[in-house]
């Protein structure tokens, strides 16, 4: 017999595999700008340095990108606090490293993208973020950096991405999670 209060074993699964409203929220945004900064960034090194719209997308990008910052520290620390769950799985666990991968990238991402930053950047007219470090070879460095974790963080999205693409295949949406 059951309790009319505990919920139904399958009830409890999906209960289990639900996300907050918050994460949710916080998971398109951070996909928006990702994506977005990924494929214009990686978009404008194809026009002349001078071009007008590669000037601004480089004017653009670090300032949507360091207004993200603490979006991402949430979303990083919700998913950090979640309850975790016992996988015994390989594909859970896989899922899980993957994940975490994600998370890595993004935050080498964000911290290079600030520190090779090579003059102040202005957020919406009014907060100045200083030019942290100086020294020509070390931006230089960053910069190599960062474009190497550009490319890592590249990589993990499309695999997230197909892996999504795999599960909705086999009929185990788990984009249905991420839109409820």
Same mark, same amino acid.
């Given at each position: ?45 194809? %026009?002349?340095?001078? $071009? &007008? ?8 990008? #670090? +300032? /949507?990108?360091?207004?993200? *910052? ?44 600030? %520190?090779?930053?090579? $003059? &102040? ?8 973020? #200083? +030019? /942290?470090?100086?020294?020509? *070879? ?43």
């Amino acid at each position: 017999m059951t309790d009319l209060h505990s919920p139904s074993p399958a009830t409890s699964a999906l209960e289990a595999n639900a996300y907050s409203k918050p994460r949710i929220v916080l998971h398109w945004l951070s996909a928006a700008v990702i994506l977005w900064a990924t494929f214009s960034g990686f978009g404008v090194v194809l %026009l002349d340095p001078n $071009h &007008p719209l590669r000037q601004w997308v480089e004017s653009f990008n #670090p +300032q /949507l990108t360091s207004l993200f *910052i603490p979006f991402f520290v949430w979303r990083l620390w919700l998913a950090l606090r979640a309850e975790p769950r016992p996988s015994r799985k390989p594909q859970e666990r896989l899922a899980h490293a993957a994940h975490m991968g994600i998370y890595a990238a993004v935050s080498g991402v964000l911290i290079t993208g600030v %520190l090779m930053m090579t $003059h &102040p950047v202005t957020l919406l007219a009014f907060l100045t973020l #200083p +030019q /942290l470090i100086h020294s020509k *070879i070390a931006l230089l460095e960053l910069h190599d950096l960062h474009h190497i974790l550009c490319a890592v963080l590249a990589g993990l999205v499309a695999l997230h991405l197909a892996a999504v693409v795999m599960h909705h295949v086999r009929g185990k949406s788990v984009l249905g999670r991420m839109i409820n």
